[in-house]
């Protein structure tokens, strides 16, 4: 994302400052950081300051997991009021991989999420799915295998998301 001309808001990083964690290594239970709550917290003001850079004039994308169907909708309304461009990531991977991911973040620490294993289980668990309505905006994104799905009309977009893709493998 840093190689595209857009500000990039990391929900991982907005929720740990939003809870007050400014620290490296300080951390509240992932139980905690993690429920709905702080979850909706986090998804308010990460539209909330979407929608000031877009007004600003400036391209945004918001580094979120979005597995709730009224997160993306309020998203997309307000790139919608701010007449700007709205795509939605679909990025998707095995289980596994995904389990293996959070091991090996884990063991290399520094990074700004503290998901673990009981989080995405719960993730899982509590995704929605994409509606046909928001298929329309999707680029699905095997990150596994770096191979993505472009919807009608964003072909564009999935060239420069699996260019960055390819880079960072």
Not at 10 to 29: F, Q, S, T, V, Y
Not at 71 to 97: G, K, M, S, T
Request: with cysteine.
């Amino acid at each position: 994302a840093e190689r595209l001309p857009a500000f990039r808001l990391r929900a991982d990083l907005e929720r740990k400052r939003l809870a007050g964690i400014h620290e490296a290594g300080a951390a509240l239970p992932a139980a905690e950081l993690y429920g709905p709550a702080r979850t909706a917290a986090t998804y308010r003001y990460l539209a909330d300051t979407a929608e000031t850079l877009l007004r600003a004039g400036h391209s945004v994308i918001v580094d979120a997991t979005f597995l709730k169907r009224e997160y993306r909708c309020e998203h997309r309304q307000r790139a919608e009021r701010c007449r700007a461009a709205f795509a939605i990531l679909d990025c998707r991977a095995p289980v596994d991989v995904l389990r293996a991911r959070i091991r090996a973040r884990a063991a290399l620490g520094g990074d700004p999420s503290d998901a673990d294993e009981a989080v995405l289980q719960r993730q899982i668990e509590g995704e929605e799915p994409l509606t046909a309505e928001e298929l329309r905006f999707a680029l699905g994104v095997d990150t596994a295998a770096a191979r993505i799905e472009a919807a009608p009309g964003l072909p564009e977009l999935a060239q420069t998301v699996l260019d960055c893709l390819r880079d960072e493998a």
